[in-house]
Nanobody, 121 residues
Framework: QVQLQGSGPGLVKPSQTLSLTCAVS??????????WSWIRQSPGMGLEWIGS???????SYSPSLKSRTSISRDTSKNQFTLQLSSVTPEDTAVYYC?????????????WGQGTQVTVSS
């Protein structure tokens, strides 16, 4: 069974970069047709897909966040990361990593526990 564990600082200052890491166990992030996503949830926005990285290493981003988002991976550690730059208080949310499965369906079958990130000085 695939399990995901997100981690990273819970407090980020405005204008700085939010950085989170998702460690995957029970499966390889390079397994064909697997896509690994970052999603966030806030009272004002609800559930929002941030972006993903494919098994091939190719990232995809939400158009509304693309200019500020970078998703990468470390295959040797079987983990992928999120970097969201120039953050503001509106970026405050619970951030989840998840596996998109079946591929290209918009569904997710495995989720991390969620990390609360607050943007504040």
């Amino acid at each position: 069974q695939v399990q995901l564990q997100g981690s990273g600082p819970g407090l980020v200052k405005p204008s700085q970069t939010l950085s989170l890491t998702c460690a995957v166990s029970g499966g390889s992030i390079t397994t064909r047709n697997n896509y690994w996503s970052w999603i966030r949830q806030s009272p004002g926005m609800g559930l929002e897909w941030i972006g993903s990285i494919a098994f091939s290493g190719k990232p995809s981003y939400s158009p509304s966040l693309k200019s500020r988002t970078s998703i990468s991976r470390d295959t040797s550690k079987n983990q992928f990361t999120l970097q969201l730059s120039s953050v503001t208080p509106e970026d405050t949310a619970v951030y989840y990593c998840a596996r998109e499965y079946p591929p290209q369906t918009g569904g997710f079958d495995s989720w991390g526990q969620g990390t609360q990130v607050t943007v504040s000085s």
